[in-house]
């Protein structure tokens, strides 16, 4: 049976790494693994915030000469046991925070079973030694919700037509027959997934994947662009945003030019394209600054981007519900309460008559509308009365949105002055008090104003 470790690489470790596939380990303790192992890869930052790097489903243990040859790398750590990840289940490094659950993860150890967790601080020579989870933690890192990854295109020649058509596409291979890191990079792009659109000097949109990459011969409104390259290739479906308001990054190189990949950069430190970058793969801290900048042009642009990426968060979790093992009746009820229909609808309807900023109480008329998330919740919660209302549609779209929230007093926060703008016109106010919750209400309530409300009004991805 496969196990599941976890180890601990040094801060400094990780600053040397490239943000790119996590296809490879090394230590001295990595003889306890197996082929279809996986090993599990924190780092603790000053001053002392747990983060997972990424996992490596393992393909191969071996030892440093051979790790050399299979991986054609001379420059590598010279530890006696490697690891190198099972072919096509590469993920990019990049960090996600693990603070708020550390102590809630577990290990196979009578003598340390559990990290000890100071002041929400972790000492992370706790876990120099590597640990072996129990399945109960790893199925709360499965589930624990991952940020998401962002890509940077340069496609001057094609912008009008992959903006038109909907994606993004490669070839396989450069011209020459040789690999392209910066062409395999579409392979590695997710549903949900942020793409920045940048040609001529400005980034011209912004893009959410919606679907994974497929093979696909070279889109025939390319024309004569890319007369040279080579005729396979993959597309990745992408829904773009464009701006009206393009963002010119030699405008803000200042922030920019700290954060740059250190290789397969998609600008110059001058803030120029580079031309041989296609897709590259960018660091959170680059992919949340330019949302902040894309936010700072028009308060709104990014709420499509936000949506996509709720609707692809929640598509994936139905894909998983259906895939559990459950009286088909429960999976029904489950995926209709997506939807606010079925039982979710009816609880819902039990303590809420009417929709608290309209008014309305013609039930044809109105959407039960969940306050933590459907693709969040547990399926316990999904089927909640208290964690849903039921609200006029335009006002579904203000709070499912994060848009708006309310505090425990009943108050309405407004995420930014165009969303109150908007209100106005609706005829909504945005003084007015919408009443009382119950106490489970305000737990679900905090949720949605920590992780949804929050978020929007600070110009950030939804989790």
């Known amino acids: 049976m496969a196990k599941n470790y976890m180890t601990y690489w040094r801060p400094k470790t990780v600053d040397a790494q490239e943000w790119e596939p996590l296809r490879h380990s090394a ?37 440093y000469e051979e790790a050399k040859k299979v991986l054609n790398n001379e420059d590598l750590w010279q530890a006696p046991w490697h690891i190198i990840a099972q072919p096509g289940t590469e993920r990019l490094l990049h960090e996600v925070d693990l603070t708020s659950i550390a102590d809630r993860l577990r290990f196979v150890s009578e003598a340390a079973p559990r990290l ?31 940020t998401p990854s962002y890509w940077w295109v340069n496609h001057r020649q094609t912008f009008v037509a992959e903006l038109n058509g909907g994606y993004i596409w490669s070839p396989k291979k450069n ?21 920045f ?3 001529q000097g400005v980034i011209k949109a912004v893009g959410v994947a919606i679907g994974d990459h ?19 290739g993959w597309l990745v479906p992408i829904e773009w945003t464009p701006l009206e308001t393009p963002i010119a990054p ?5 922030e920019i030019a700290p954060l740059l990949p250190r290789r397969h950069s998609p600008l110059q430190q001058d803030g120029r394209g580079n031309q041989g970058c296609y897709l590259a793969s960018i660091s959170t801290e680059l992919g949340e600054l330019v949302l902040r900048l894309v936010q700072q042009e028009r308060p709104t642009a990014a ?72 693709a969040d919740s547990s399926n316990a919660e999904r089927l909640d009365a208290n964690n ?42 945005t003084d007015r008090n919408v009443g009382r919750f119950n106490a489970k209400q305000k737990e679900y309530l905090a949720y949605h104003r920590e992780n949804l409300f929050a978020r929007r009004r600070d110009g950030l991805p939804l989790r």
């Open 197 to 199: 659109s940048y040609a």
């Open 250 to 254: 030699v405008a803000h190189m200042d």
């Open 303 to 374: 709420g499509a981007v936000f949506s996509l990426q709720s609707e692809a968060k929640a598509d994936e979790e139905e894909a998983n519900l259906w895939a559990q093992n459950m009286e088909e009746t429960e999976k029904q009820q489950l995926i209709m309460a997506r939807k606010g229909q079925g039982r979710f609808r009816l609880n819902v309807g039990a303590i809420e008559t009417k929709c608290r900023l309209t008014g309305t109480s013609d039930g044809t008329f109105l959407i039960a509308s969940h306050i933590k998330p459907w």
């Open 27 to 63: 230590g001295g303790q990595l003889q306890r693994v197996e082929p279809g192992d996986t090993v599990w890869i924190v780092t603790v930052r000053p001053p002392g915030h747990l983060s997972l790097l990424g996992r490596i489903v393992v393909g191969m243990v071996t030892n």
């Open 175 to 195: 011209a020459n027959g040789a690999t392209n890191e910066t062409y395999d990079n579409l392979t590695r792009v997710r549903a949900g997934d942020v793409v």
């Open 214 to 232: 497929r093979e696909q011969e070279k889109p025939s409104e390319y024309g004569r662009a890319g007369d040279a390259w080579a005729r396979n």
């Open 388 to 429: 849903g209302f039921l609200f006029a549609p335009h006002v579904d779209k203000l709070f499912d949105g994060g848009w708006i929230s309310f505090s425990d007093a009943g108050e309405i926060l407004c995420a930014n002055d165009a969303v109150r703008e908007i209100m106005r016109t609706w005829g909504l106010r």
């Open 116 to 146: 000890h967790v100071v002041d929400g601080h972790v000492d992370g020579r706790q876990l120099e030694t590597m640990r072996l989870l129990t399945p109960e933690t790893v199925e709360l890192l499965e589930t624990y919700p991952d």
